[in-house]
DNA sequence: CGGCCGACGTCCGTGTTTCGTAAGGTTCCT
DNA sequence: AGGAACCTTACGAAACACGGACGTCGGCCG
């Protein structure tokens, strides 16, 4: 009801193009863009797992040779919050690249120098291959709010906000980390995916965040601030929903906190 | 002593299965009740609100398409008694699907033809989901205090403190270290992170600490004072010791301060 | 092709919170 | 009683969060 009339864009399927070199990055992202995936990128280790934990895509095209992070341990943290199939770009074919991908757990893996028509099959490939496995990820919710990784949709009290990518994949994170304080670095480290940056970045898009999620943004109920700490997402105390306590802590009296 | 042998009283999780299709439903009520837990099952629409209503299931399996009443209609209708997880099993892999289990609260769901394993999948991994929650960091307590870490909360007696983020280090660290003096110093060295320093610094916290913990900060009974030596929390005497565990001083893990 | 607009990162001024220390007063031990 | 340890209060400085605004970049539309 109510949004209709947006029309609703394909379910394409999300791919997360990991390479340092943009110009391979380039081509890569190109083919599958035409090949009728919504690519997303990343040009080193710790971005590419920031973004994965955000975007949550369908399938990863991976450089095995990464500045800094090792393209494998990349492999195994972004594994860690979830299958998702992983499609291996290695310099030479050794034997040794293929078992040692395999045995992180890539699914394919194409040796450079590639064709991108190839790596556009390989990455079909896989993906028909694993859409029988619980792939794509469910809703995440917490008291009114509703979010939607896969169509990166967001609804309080069945209404959709219209969030930008950063403040998604903000929220996103804090729905995947309720009532626990998040500092500033690590929002920074795990959702931009920068080592280091002006914390205020984090400061600011909080702030925008709020305008658009909070009821009254002046005085946050979502997102509380923990002074000299971080933020902390914290269930709905529940002031016009009736639902709500799925996550909620119980024993909560005074919800005065002003 | 007589219920000793018992290992633990299986907490089976209760699932309610709405199918009108008498063979899906059985299928699916096989394989859950396989996979361990206690299944309910209606035919429609009515029949699924009232036994939610009345078996209050940890979890619902619902079919979108009913005879009669629409299942986006009973989703909202078992929803309205509470929050309960639901996976959703519809036709198509459609994003009107999508978009409409999110808006009414479904948690997941699944395409037919599915495999009764994958449903099963989906239904742990939601319940895996909901009850981690709660079950999230470990928290110290005594007596009527307990502290979050990981939340930076603090409560006594259920009411949230407003301590600063000294004021909680050194309370979390009087909690770790019950019925032990601590000197100063070692409050200096293992909260401040200080080798040197004026120790008038800690009274101060210390009193202010106590300012916000005791009931009569005059006349301290949980953080005393032991002359020339230093200071010690003591387990609350008698009176009020309640709630379970007395001295509930979970796993260290590690100090998470720096 | 150029202008417009949204998203994003950064900077700055301001009000508030927190912290460390200093200065008396009080309590306790010898 | 004397001295040391402890409590209490007060205050300046620093850290911090916030709101507003600006410049840039890239996409979109005319």
Known sequence: MGTASVSVPPPRRRVLVVDDDPTVAEVVASYLDRAGFAVDRAADGPAAVARAAAARPDLVVLDLMLPGMDGLEVCRAIRQDGPVPVVMLTARGDEDDRILGLEVGADDYVTK???????????????????????????LRSGTLALDPAARRALRDGVELQLTIREFDLLAFFLRH???VLGREELMRRVWGWEFGDLSTVTVHVRRLREKVEDDPARPRLISTVWGVGYRFDPEPG????AGETTGVAADGGGTDG
């Open 113 to 139: 120098p590639f064709s991108p028509r190839e790596l556009v099959l390989r990455v079909e490939s896989v993906l028909r291959r694993a859409s029988a496995l619980p792939a794509r990820g469910p809703w």
């Open 178 to 180: 309720p009532g626990r």
């Open 239 to 242: 002031a016009d929903a009736d």
